[in-house]
Every structure is written in structure tokens, then in C-alpha cells.
């Protein structure tokens, strides 16, 4: 058979290498915030935290020569950005989604603001582990080179699995996030927690914004996020805040991320412009599909305002 | 942990005081409670229960006076001072973690928790904990699908897992049927027969406190008014100590329902998703007839508030009618108008106010866009307005500090007051009431009460559901029973049992 060749197959494969792709920040994104809200605050602020990590990790690598130094640097700024949040949020009288807003657009200012110089240079790449080396087709390679943070991704989700049941800082996040007057009955401090959980989530945005800008797409510019980071924070919901679903979920938008590009690329010229819109159509569907006006959400943390 | 704290611990408190700012709470309470007794507090709203018993779990700081345990003094500066003494506190609302079943919340809430949970062993310690009490408990259930004795109790076990000898129970059968709370309160009596424990419960009802109390002690506006054996004192004069000489409004007496008197209110073969929308609540048949109080009892979360919610309008329906004097009724303000339907929700501020809008207009509210001739008008008069409220707040005594003071800065009892004022004026056929009284003192619910039968005696029809089942008894003509979304029990005032009704609830039958 011809290796270039692999005619329709073409489009669950590069749907597959897409979903794979695409998915990791949305991976990192929605397990930073699956933590956020389930210690009972939602952080619309990651998509600006998220475009900043991205901005943050290319400068870095641009100007140390090292991919993994600017993946540091963007974790860190995050964490800012999250610990930021929290902070704000401990006060009396203030809403936790509009302080998200407000730093979604600074973080994307700020972002566009420092990263001006850099959409000019190119960075070094984080590395990718090719899984295909087995075959001989080249769009089987293309789809099975995956990326670490990837993998590290989807140990995380496994990991927050584990974690929110077996472990003391697991459970102590779902008391805080199910009732405050539980956890301070208790004698803990659901401020501090929401604090260190918010930063917590802050810095797997930035991770995932390091994703973007050094590995797929791989460069920096201004439009690099694309909303992902707000889809990111609906994907939680539809997980029903937990870690493994949150994994399917970012795999499943990949995928739908994905339908469009594999589409041309297997020569379809007419009516793909409407697939590149399947992830927000299928953002769209599942929140109308899983929402319902006379019941709430099963799952949900107590303590979390869009539910109460 | 668990091994230690097998023998209750005396608690005394001496002039205890607790100011704030300018208003006492607290002032010079000194109370004892010896090891192994069962005390009871007794007392209206605001007499300072709480306070006293923040002060005590470290919650406050007192003002002035000392605690005492088993003689000697010591220093309580926060809640976990006090847990580190032993003492423990079961709260009104609970607080367990819905989401985590019994066995995390228990775990969780211990002292030293390690990083890793390690469930075998964890498990293992908690069967044979549980050996060692006195009632069964699935632990691995999510404490949100239990029942409210079920969480009542794991709150108790909780204490006691944490190896607490002194326990705080704050109106610990408010949400309980009789038959649990009577299981509850006669298994920590044994308790503290057995000289494991130390009991001091904050309570409403005199008849708790007699079959189950050693002693009590009365508190009003902050100070100690009354203490003394349960076994030395009648209801009447634990009543005078907690409300001292205020007159208490008498209930009208019960006018028979006429014969043939006419079917206001129809439920049929109603259906409704309930808040989880998993379950549906399906009742069967209900009717109200002009001048009879149908009472529906139940443990809360059977259906009973998406019942309300239905024929407030609040919540869709998927099948059934509901008729009001023979005509549908969906709830719009038109209908509620022309059939002249009245409704005094639960928590009144939240489901039949608008907080921050003043008084004078959240009375209005039934009103405002009519003039005297009940006929629609385009200029709304605020002098108008203001009149009408003079009036009710007059005639009903709201005591607000203004008519322009937010209705939200009233006192639960004002609140409930003047959502009575506006829903008892002018004609009232049908009046549909839930929880009136929940959480208000005594002479505001004897009056509260008196209204109702008022308005029952003037020939409404009033469909009252309450999860206090004394308050049904004294006000009903009927009583049905809801549990699980249906009712499953219908009963007249005449031939009522408590312990009937009870089973019903507990869905025993």
C-alpha cells in the first residue's frame, strides 16, 4: 500500500492524532479546575491565566534556550494568577465569577501586553515520544507522536481520582467545597483551602498554556487560546467534576477540535469551515443536553455559586 | 480517638456574661451540669441559649465568668480547646458533608488524619467502633441519601468517634419523626444512665425534656430565670420562667365544619419531577373544603415542598389538575386574584419577599396595581401604598422601625407578620401555608396559629403542611401523611395517634 495513501482512513486517524493533540490543555485546564471547584469557587480566569502561560513559557524558552524552563516559569505564573484570585475572593461581598472575568481579560492583556517581542522568535519545542514508530505510514507516526505533558496529563487525571477519595488533602477539598460550616466546624479554614486549590488550578492553566505555545500550536500569537480556557471550565461541569471524566471529556473536544483540519486534509473543500466549529457546537449541545430547569445538577459541590 | 473519653465530664459555668457592644446576651448565667446527667436549656429565641453555648465550645469569648470541668477551671479560647477537652456539639443544621458518605465524614473530622487514607484499615476500625454502640449505621452510603434520624444519629456516633464526653445537642429532634426522636434521645439517655456521657440539650418542646432531662434550666433575654428537677416542675411553670408574663394570643375555638360545605381546593392525580429529578411526587387525590385546615405531615424532603411549589406555581407539573372552586388553577396572579388563593411559604423572606424592598411595598405587593374598586390602575400612588401598610402593620402589629426600612431588617417574626397581614386581608378562599412557624418564638407562633384559625373560622380553606407535628394536632381538621412524593395516610383530627402518624412518616407501612 502506498504510505501516503490511506484515503477516508485519513480522518479517524488524524481525528485520533487531534483528539491527542488538542486535548492536553484542555486536560491540564479542566483538572486545574475540576480542583477550583471542587473546593467550591469557579475560576473563569483561566482562559486569561492560560493565553498568559503561554505567552510566559515562550519567552522564557526563547530566552533560556529551554522548553522545560519556560513550562516552569508558566506554572509559576499561574500559580500568581490563581493565588491572586483566591485572595481577592476571601473577602466579604465578592463574587467569585466576576473577579474571574476581570482577570480573564488581564491576564490576555497582560499577555498580548509583555509577549510583543516574541511572536517574531522561535522557541525549542517540548519533547514529543513517537509511539509509531512501528509503521511505516507517516500519518499513523503524525498521530501516534505524543507529547509528554500528555501523558503526564492523563496520570494527573488518574491520580485527582485517586487522590479526592484516598487522601486527607482530597477529602478536606470536597468538605470545604460541599459546606463551609462543615469544615469550620471541623477547624479548618475553608479560605485558606480555596486559596491554595484556586493556585493550585492557576498553575495546571499555565502548564496547559506552556502546551500551547511550545508544543501545538507551537508559536505565540495573540489568538493562540481561542477560548479554550473558557470551554475548559464548561468540560468540568460536564464531567460532573471528576478527574477521569474530565479526561474524556478533553479527549472527546480534541476530537471534535480535530474534524475540521482532518477533513481538508483528506481533500473535502466544501462546508469544512462548519466542522472547525464542531467544539463549540458540541460545548453548546452537552450544556443544553445535561441541563435541565426543574433539577439541579447531581454531583455538584455544595459551596459552589452557580449551583447554590 | 476513640479509646479514651469512656467516662462523662461535669461542666459548670460560673457569671458568665457576653457582650456585644452595647446589647447583653449572656448576662451573669452560671449553670451546672454534673457527670451523667441529661440537662436541658430551655428558652425563646434570642434568651441566649446559643450565646451560652458558644461560649462554652469556644466559639465566643466571653465577656466575664469562668468554665468549669469536673471542678477545676479551665481555658477554652476556640473550638478546638474545647473538642480537646472533650466536649462535642451536635448542631441543628447538620454538619456532616453530604457528598462524603459516613465513613469519610468521619474519618475527616478527626484530629489526625493520615496523608494517605489507607480505607482496609480504616474500615476495619470503624466496624469495630461501631460494635461498641448503640445503634447500626451504613457508613458507606453518601450521608445526602440518609434519613434525617440516620444523620442525626451519625452526628452523635461522629461525637463520640472523636471521643467526646460532654455533648452540646441543639434542637436535636427538630427534624426528626416522633418515633426517631424518641429511638434518638432514649438511646443517649442510656448513655448518660451509663455514665458514658454528659448531655446538655437546647430545646422547644416540654414534653422531650420531661420523659428524657434530669434537670433543666430556663434562660429569657439573657438571664438565668428558672433551673430545677424535671421531676419537681409542670409544662405550665417551665413555660412561665421561658416567656414570663407577655400574653400569649388564644387560639379561636374550633367552629364545626358545616355540612356540605363547599370544596374549595382539588388536587388530582397530580405528577411533578422533585429537585433531584429523579423521583417524581404523585399525589393521588386532595381536597379542601371552605372552613376545615387539612394538614400534611412529613419528614422534610418526602415532596412536600414540590408539592407547595406546584401550587405555588413554582415548579412545572407533568400530569393532574389542580381546581380551585371548580376551575383550573395554575397559579398566575390573575387566577390567584379572581379565586382569591392566599399563600404564606416557608421562609417567608426569601419565597414571599423582596428583601430589600421596604415594608410598606412588600405589602403591596397583592395590591398595588389596583385601586379601592379592586380595578386595575396605570399610576401606581405610593401614598396609597403607605396608607394600606399603615393600616396592616396597625392591625396585625408588625413592629418595623419604619414603613420605608427594608422588610429584610425585620426580625423573622415581623417577617412572617407581615406576609400574614397581606395574605389574611381582603377575601380568602383558599390559603395555602407551609412552615409557618418554623424558627419563631412562642408568642409569636401562638399568634400566628390564632390567625390561621381565624381565618378557617371565617370560611377559608386551608391547606397546612408543617413538619411540626404538634402544630398540626392543634390546628387540623384532617391530617394526611406524605412520604416518598405521596400521600400515604389520611386521618380525621378525632381519631389521630401520634404513633400512627409517625409510622407513616417513617414510611413503615
Not at chain 1, 471541623?186 to 508544543?215: C, E, F, K, W
Amino acid at each position: 500500500m502506498d504510505a501516503t495513501e490511506i484515503g477516508l482512513w485519513g480522518v479517524p486517524l488524524a481525528m485520533l492524532g487531534g483528539a491527542i493533540r488538542v486535548s492536553t490543555p484542555f486536560i491540564f485546564v479542566s483538572l486545574g479546575e475540576a480542583i477550583t471547584e471542587r473546593s467550591g469557587r469557579i475560576n473563569l480566569g483561566l482562559e486569561g491565566t492560560l493565553v498568559f502561560g503561554a505567552m510566559t513559557a515562550y519567552a522564557v524558552a526563547v530566552m533560556t534556550g529551554s522548553p522545560w524552563l519556560g513550562l516552569l516559569a508558566a506554572a509559576a505564573a499561574g500559580l500568581c494568577f490563581g493565588l491572586f484570585h483566591g485572595w481577592i475572593c476571601k473577602f466579604r461581598g465578592v463574587n467569585d465569577i466576576a473577579i474571574g472575568i476581570a482577570l480573564m481579560l488581564f491576564g490576555s492583556g497582560l499577555a498580548f501586553f509583555f509577549g510583543k517581542p516574541f511572536i517574531q522568535p522561535s522557541a525549542p519545542d517540548l519533547p514529543a515520544i513517537p509511539f509509531g514508530g512501528w509503521s511505516d505510514v507517516p500519518q499513523v507516526q503524525a498521530a501516534l507522536s505524543v507529547n509528554v505533558l500528555f501523558l503526564i496529563g492523563a496520570a494527573l487525571a488518574v491520580f485527582l481520582w485517586w487522590a479526592f477519595r484516598n487522601t486527607r488533602a482530597g477529602l478536606i477539598l470536597r468538605v470545604v467545597g460541599d459546606s463551609s460550616d462543615a469544615a469550620r466546624a471541623m477547624g479548618l479554614n475553608p479560605n485558606t483551602v480555596r486559596l491554595l486549590a484556586t493556585g493550585l488550578g492557576g498553575a495546571l492553566a499555565g502548564i496547559g498554556g506552556a502546551y500551547l505555545s511550545l508544543y501545538y500550536p507551537g508559536s505565540w500569537t495573540e489568538g493562540i487560546s481561542s477560548g479554550q480556557g473558557l470551554m475548559a471550565v464548561a468540560l468540568v461541569i460536564f464531567a460532573r467534576w471528576n478527574p477521569l471524566g474530565c479526561f474524556a471529556a478533553a479527549l472527546l473536544f480534541g476530537g471534535a477540535g480535530a474534524l475540521g483540519p482532518a477533513l481538508q486534509s483528506v481533500g473535502v473543500t466544501q462546508g469544512y469551515y462548519l466542522f472547525y466549529a464542531a467544539p463549540y457546537i458540541l460545548t453548546l449541545v452537552i450544556m443544553i443536553a445535561t441541563s435541565s430547569p426543574s433539577r439541579s445538577l447531581a454531583g455538584a459541590p455544595g459551596e459552589l455559586s452557580i449551583t447554590k | 480517638m476513640s479509646d479514651r473519653g469512656k467516662k462523662a465530664l461535669g461542666v459548670e459555668t460560673i457569671g458568665m456574661s457576653m457582650r456585644f457592644g452595647a446589647f447583653t446576651a449572656l448576662d451573669d448565667v452560671s449553670i451546672k451540669v454534673p457527670a451523667g446527667s441529661f440537662h436541658a436549656l430551655l428558652g425563646e429565641n434570642g434568651a441566649g441559649k446559643s450565646t451560652l453555648v458558644k461560649c462554652i465550645m469556644g466559639f465566643y469569648h466571653p465577656t466575664a465568668g469562668d468554665i468549669l470541668i469536673d471542678g477545676r477551671e479551665v481555658g477554652i479560647a476556640s473550638p478546638k480547646d474545647a473538642s480537646a477537652l472533650g466536649l462535642g456539639m451536635v448542631y441543628q443544621h447538620f454538619a456532616l458533608v453530604p457528598s462524603l458518605t459516613g465513613a469519610e465524614n468521619l474519618v475527616i473530622s478527626r484530629e489526625k488524619v493520615p496523608g494517605i487514607i489507607d480505607w482496609r484499615n480504616e474500615r476495619a476500625a470503624l466496624a469495630q467502633f461501631m460494635e461498641r454502640m448503640p445503634f447500626k449505621l451504613p457508613l458507606d452510603v453518601k450521608v445526602a441519601e440518609l434519613a434525617a434520624g440516620e444523620k442525626q444519629k451519625l452526628e452523635i456516633i461522629k461525637q463520640l468517634y472523636l471521643g467526646r464526653s460532654f455533648l452540646v445537642l441543639d434542637e436535636p429532634t427538630s427534624v426528626l419523626t416522633p418515633g426517631e426522636a424518641q429511638e434518638v434521645l432514649g438511646l443517649v439517655r442510656s448513655m448518660t444512665k451509663a455514665g458514658d456521657l454528659t448531655v446538655l440539650m437546647i430545646s422547644h418542646k416540654f414534653h422531650e425534656v420531661t420523659a428524657f432531662a434530669d434537670d433543666i434550666t430556663v434562660l429569657r433575654k439573657g438571664r438565668l430565670t428558672g433551673t430545677g428537677k424535671v421531676s419537681e416542675l409542670s409544662h405550665k411553670q417551665m413555660a412561665a420562667m421561658m416567656i414570663g408574663d407577655q400574653p400569649i394570643a388564644a387560639l379561636d375555638s374550633r367552629a364545626p365544619v358545616p355540612v356540605g360545605a363547599r370544596q374549595i381546593l382539588t388536587v388530582k392525580a397530580l405528577k411533578a419531577p422533585d429537585r433531584t429529578g429523579l423521583r417524581t411526587i404523585d399525589i393521588g387525590e386532595l381536597d379542601v373544603k371552605s372552613g376545615e385546615i387539612v394538614g400534611v405531615a412529613g419528614i422534610s424532603g418526602n415532596g412536600q415542598k414540590e408539592f407547595l411549589e406546584v401550587l405555588a406555581g413554582q415548579r412545572t407539573r407533568d400530569a393532574g389538575d389542580v381546581l380551585v372552586k371548580g376551575s383550573p388553577y395554575g397559579a398566575s396572579r390573575a387566577e390567584a386574584r379572581t379565586l382569591n388563593v392566599r399563600f404564606i411559604p416557608e421562609e417567608p423572606l426569601r419565597n414571599a419577599c423582596a428583601p430589600r424592598m421596604t415594608v410598606a411595598e412588600n405589602m403591596a405587593f397583592r395590591t398595588f396595581d389596583l385601586n379601592e374598586a379592586g380595578k386595575p390602575i396605570s399610576w401606581i400612588r405610593m401614598s396609597a401604598i403607605r396608607d394600606y401598610a399603615t393600616r396592616l402593620v396597625e392591625q396585625f402589629k408588625v413592629k418595623t422601625a419604619s414603613l420605608a426600612s427594608p422588610i429584610a431588617s425585620l426580625s423573622g417574626g415581623n417577617v412572617q407578620r407581615a406576609v400574614l397581614a397581606r395574605e389574611l386581608t381582603g377575601e380568602v378562599d383558599l390559603l395555602i401555608v407551609s412552615n409557618p412557624c418554623f424558627g419563631l418564638d412562642f408568642s409569636a407562633v401562638a399568634e400566628i396559629r390564632a390567625r390561621i384559625m381565624k381565618a378557617r373560622n371565617a370560611g377559608a380553606a386551608v391547606l397546612l403542611m408543617s413538619e411540626d407535628l404538634d402544630e398540626l394536632l392543634e390546628l387540623s381538621d384532617r391530617i394526611f401523611v406524605m412520604s416518598d412524593g405521596a400521600l400515604v395516610y389520611e386521618t380525621p383530627i378525632a381519631q389521630a395517634s401520634v404513633q400512627t402518624i409517625g409510622e407513616h412518616m417513617a414510611g413503615h407501612h
